[in-house]
């Protein structure tokens, strides 16, 4: 018995040890967290986003960014690091161009070019044949880690984030592992930089942000919205903006959604001057609640995957105008299409996009047809 005894008070040393001290790849901070403000008014619960159709991608998944293309077709881009391009009811699936990376986002050019942000490659122009180029993968001489979102000026400036300055993809097993560890450390080091294509050149428009997510332009080309989401917000800036960090208070700045009730992912352009956004996930209070506590954070990395506070599935989208108005919600709390990352509007259908599932949802546009 005292030998056993022994064995167990050996074993729970390693193993208050291995949580406290073993090595694990973020250095959480402190930050400021406001209590999550959970599905009322506006995000009051509702079913509009439940029952999607579907499109079959033929073994392909995760459409994380869905665009209509300069020809009339459907453009999306998956897991593979393939973007597909078929008509808009999924006919005529082909493969258009495959960067070998994972594109997170994407626009279309004044010649019809299609520029990726991919995460593992950073900004790219695809031709109309499907031929990849490399725009640029650095600023300043420091890599583009993590190219998220991307959006395309009327002068030809090509707007775009790059996530995390601390977790590349192709470090940390893909965009999603990659993303977590970002939120989990909270150390803010997501930037939105600017490339011209004249000169070739890329600088920094702003830094600062929890993973710099989604992108897209307002309609006078003024001003760029910005998802921030580790910290639950989106942003507006102005786009003369230079090297602006977001938290000095400066008024290039602003703050035009903030305590959002999920972690929002893309942003695109809808009909009307709509601004449409996902929600990968809701917020998870567990992680809000150990805002200051990074020593806790850190030993959940230490924990099996299965126990981290990752939240459970919830489908939830919403548009906006550019003045802060939400006009449309809808929600799928069964959460059966996983991470609806984001939205593509045409006057017949709403595409939803989304980081892991196995197919493209879509449903009727219910804001062309009488519904809310």
């Not at 995390?164 to 970002?182: H, I, K, M, N, Q």
């Not at 942003?267 to 001057?273: A, E, M, N, V």
């Not at 959940?300 to 126990?307: G, K």
Request: hydrophobic letters at 40%.
């Amino acid at each position: 018995m005292r030998a056993l005894l022994r064995l167990l008070l050996v074993m729970l040393i390693v193993l208050v040890a291995y949580l406290c001290f073993w090595p694990v790849p973020a250095e959480p901070k402190v930050w400021r967290s406001v209590a999550v403000p959970g599905y009322v008014g506006v995000h009051a619960p509702n079913r509009r986003l439940a029952g999607l159709q579907s499109i079959a991608l033929n073994g392909d998944s995760g459409p994380e960014h869905v665009a209509l293309g300069p020809d009339g077709l459907l453009y999306a881009a998956v897991a593979s690091g393939r973007i597909l391009r078929m008509n808009s009811d999924g006919s005529g699936l082909s493969v258009f161009a495959d960067t070998r990376g994972r594109v997170l986002g994407f626009d279309f050019d004044a010649t019809g070019n299609l520029i990726a942000a991919d995460a593992l490659n950073g900004l790219l122009s695809i031709d109309t044949t499907g031929k990849v180029r490399v725009l640029t993968n650095t600023v300043a001489g420091d890599p583009i880690r993590y190219a998220d979102a991307v959006a395309v000026a009327a002068d030809g400036k090509l707007y775009f984030s790059d996530a995390s300055r601390r977790f590349a993809p192709a470090d940390w097993g893909g965009t999603f592992e990659a993303s977590v560890l970002d939120i989990l450390e909270q150390s803010a080091t997501g930037r939105i930089l600017v490339y011209e294509p004249a000169t070739r050149s890329t600088r920094v428009l702003a830094n600062g942000l929890s993973f710099a997510n989604g992108v897209a332009l307002s309609a006078d080309g003024r001003h760029l919205f910005v998802i921030e989401t580790g910290r639950s917000r989106i942003w507006k800036l102005d786009v003369s903006a230079r090297d602006l960090d977001v938290s000095s208070g400066n008024t290039q700045a602003v703050v035009l959604f903030d305590n959002l009730p999920g972690y929002p992912d893309n942003l695109t352009r809808g009909r009307d001057g709509r601004i449409w956004a996902g929600f990968a996930k809701p917020r998870n209070t567990t992680l809000d609640t150990l805002a200051d506590k990074p020593f806790l954070r850190k030993l959940t990395l230490r924990l099996p995957r299965a126990w981290w506070p990752i939240p459970k599935p919830y489908g939830h989208v919403f548009a906006f105008t550019e003045d802060g108005r939400i006009v449309a919600d809808l929600q799928d709390p069964d959460g059966t299409y996983p991470e609806s990352t984001g939205v593509t509007e045409t006057a017949e259908r709403l595409y939803i996009q989304s980081l892991h599932a196995g197919y493209l949802g879509w449903m009727p546009n219910p804001l062309n047809s009488g519904r809310d």
